[in-house]
């Protein structure tokens, strides 16, 4: 059996000027909502992985499903907020302005301390990744090979999970965008 983890397409990102720390929270629904940039095209690996998965799973929000489009996926099999990326905490800060990558990387180290003011926190999302590699692994036993199109910090936690569930793969299965980690177990 086989799940494959891939991280989605380069998004459409909303405006990267410079905002301060109390708008993050409103550029981050937007980024959520945006779909896959134009010029975003998976490479003919990731299209051969796609495209020989019996099964597709995919988070809710917009990057992830056009990106399983852009695979040439006909139908995907699931779609949930289950499998969203991991959320990104925000402040009311009102003095220091910093382009929104910045805040991200701010946010996202804050969140692995525990800060998670308006997010879900890293318990939440490990235990949610481990609810998520539980239902990855029981499509897998139905469909034999899985194709998860996720997100970067979300398909690591999911790898964590797999592969303390037994699965053999790569402890990352990469942050740049169409790559991916191939996940195996052959004792189920």
Known sequence: MEIILLRHGKPNNPSLNKIKAFSFKSWIESYNYSGLCSTSIPSKTALSIANKCNAIVCSELTRSIESAEALKIKNITLSHSQFN???????????????PNAWAVIFRILWLFGYSNNSESYKE??????????????????HKSVLFVGHGIYNKLLAKQLKSLGWSGPSNPGTKHWSFGVYENKKI
């Open 85 to 99: 990326e991991a959320g990104l905490p925000s402040a009311n800060w009102r003095g220091l302005k910093l382009s």
């Open 125 to 142: 999302s490990k235990l949610r990744a481990e609810n998520s590699a539980k239902k990855l692994i029981e499509l897998a036993k139905e």
